[in-house]
């Protein structure tokens, strides 16, 4: 509708100029030339309207992210490669864009309630089960429903400290680093489960 555009972009004039932390519904509401009760009437409150910003301005990134978990790459393709993807999407994001696109991934990345990030994690967790992360030397592993949430939150818990840093390491590094993580991980879960295995068919006899 217009008014929930008109008052979005009054809320996305604001945020060039300040940071999420300041930003009021009575201050979008006299930028969008509209009552406060108008405001009322489409956003609850301030987290809504920064929930629908969000959701605007940072589809592209979520739609690139879960493409990297879409598909395995044929043999396995390099190790952590759909992690790889995942990282250079969430800080492509992040560093080239708008003044405004970057507080809003940080509120996003930093906020437990920030935003439409939620079914994001629901869906990388669901990909991640499916599809897995390759090991190397390995063709990629599904995992379990709990061993992808724990890898895809463990990814996020980094992609939430590195947007909430004031001095971050070096993005790359941090890129290297991730993926050794989910790579560790996945090698660690399939050295287990061959364990168990072997454990299951006993001693030779």
């Avoid at 629908?52 to 044929?74: D, K, Y």
């Avoid at 970057?102 to 906020?111: F, G, K, M």
Wanted: proline fraction near 5%; hydrophobic fraction near 45%.
């Amino acid at each position: 509708m217009q008014k929930i555009e008109l008052m979005l972009e009054a809320a996305t004039q604001l945020l060039e100029s300040g940071e999420v932390a300041a930003l009021t519904t009575n201050a979008v509401a006299a930028r969008a030339g509209v009552s406060i009760g108008t405001l009322y009437q489409y956003f609850g409150d301030k987290q809504a309207l920064l929930d629908a910003l969000v959701q605007r301005e940072l589809g592209a990134m979520s739609e690139q992210i879960l493409a990297a978990t879409a598909h395995a790459p044929a043999g396995g393709g390099a190790p952590g490669e759909q992690v790889r993807r995942i990282v250079r999407a969430v800080v492509g994001a992040y560093g080239g864009r708008s003044q405004v696109h970057r507080r809003l991934i940080e509120h996003a990345l930093t906020h437990a309630s920030g935003g439409r990030l939620s079914p994001l994690y629901t869906q990388l967790t669901e990909g991640f089960a499916a599809r897995g992360v390759a090991a190397p030397g390995e063709a990629p592993t599904a995992l379990s429903q709990a061993q992808a949430f724990v890898l895809t939150h463990a990814v996020a818990g980094v992609l939430r400290a590195l947007a909430a840093s004031a001095e971050p390491p070096p993005l790359r590094a941090v890129e290297d680093a991730v993926v050794q993580l989910a790579t560790a991980y996945v090698a660690a879960i399939r050295a287990a489960g061959a364990a168990q295995c072997a454990n299951r068919k006993g001693p030779p006899t």
